[in-house]
């Protein structure tokens, strides 16, 4: 899906329904292709977590079925398992523009009639732990700062698009779920 693909969904189904809340889903993870998010990022590759190598850290996509054969995994690639998998860029949440730029596209939504945003793996940490290598003393401050930056956008997206009516799902175990305001 792309943000225009889902704010085109929503208005097709508030033409039938007028009274239905659509909700953009939105992965706190996983830099999708397909989104304008993710060329925004492109154009900014300091956005990307990495390791102190200077590589790109990735979490993998798995064909959870394993449904394709390793030679037609095409822009996925075959893993030793012999399922396809696709590796993700994960966004470094410790830098305020990112947070701004994740906060943004959500609000380019609703402002074309999406009701909110869906906010899928929002309160946790990822689960191979800290996103950042643990080679240096400097990781703990790594770490608190990509998790200060990623808890800070359900809360900024509540003071922005709950106040005006919307709806924000934050999706995670220990996450809050926002109710909409009326």
Same mark, same amino acid.
């Given at each position: 899906?792309?943000?225009? *693909?889902?704010?085109? #969904? #929503?208005?097709?189904?508030? !033409?039938?329904?007028?009274? =239905? $809340?659509?909700? !953009?889903?939105?992965?706190?993870?996983?830099?999708?292709? %397909?989104?304008?998010?993710?060329?925004?990022?492109?154009?900014?590759?300091?956005?990307?977590?990495?390791?102190?190598?200077?590589?790109?850290?990735? &979490?993998?996509?798995?064909?959870?079925?394993?449904?394709? +054969? #390793?030679?037609?995994?095409?822009?996925?690639?075959?893993?030793?398992?012999?399922?396809?998998?696709? @590796?993700?860029?994960?966004?470094?949440?410790?830098?305020? +523009?990112? /947070?701004?730029?994740?906060?943004? !596209?959500?609000? *380019?939504? %609703?402002?074309?009639? /999406?009701?909110?945003?869906?906010?899928?793996?929002?309160?946790?940490? +990822? +689960?191979?732990?800290?996103?950042?290598?643990?080679? %240096? @003393?400097?990781? #703990? $401050?790594?770490?608190? !700062?990509?998790?200060?930056?990623?808890?800070?956008?359900?809360?900024?997206?509540? &003071?922005?698009?709950?106040? @005006?009516?919307?709806?924000?799902?934050? &999706? =995670?175990?220990?996450? /809050?779920?926002?109710?909409?305001?009326?």
């Amino acid at each position: 899906p792309t943000e225009d *693909n889902i704010v085109a #969904a #929503a208005a097709a189904v508030k !033409a039938l329904n007028p009274r =239905a $809340s659509i909700v !953009a889903y939105m992965n706190m993870f996983l830099d999708y292709p %397909t989104y304008a998010l993710a060329k925004q990022v492109a154009d900014h590759p300091e956005w990307w977590i990495r390791d102190h190598a200077g590589h790109v850290l990735t &979490n993998d996509i798995i064909d959870m079925n394993c449904s394709m +054969p #390793a030679s037609q995994c095409g822009e996925y690639i075959p893993a030793a398992s012999g399922c396809c998998v696709r @590796q993700l860029p994960v966004w470094d949440f410790a830098k305020p +523009p990112v /947070v701004e730029a994740f906060v943004g !596209a959500c609000l *380019n939504m %609703t402002a074309r009639g /999406v009701d909110g945003c869906f906010l899928d793996a929002g309160g946790h940490s +990822p +689960p191979w732990g800290c996103p950042f290598p643990s080679e %240096t @003393q400097q990781n #703990a $401050s790594e770490c608190a !700062a990509w998790v200060d930056g990623k808890n800070s956008i359900p809360r900024e997206l509540h &003071n922005r698009v709950e106040i @005006q009516g919307g709806l924000v799902i934050n &999706n =995670a175990a220990e996450g /809050v779920y926002f109710e909409p305001v009326t």
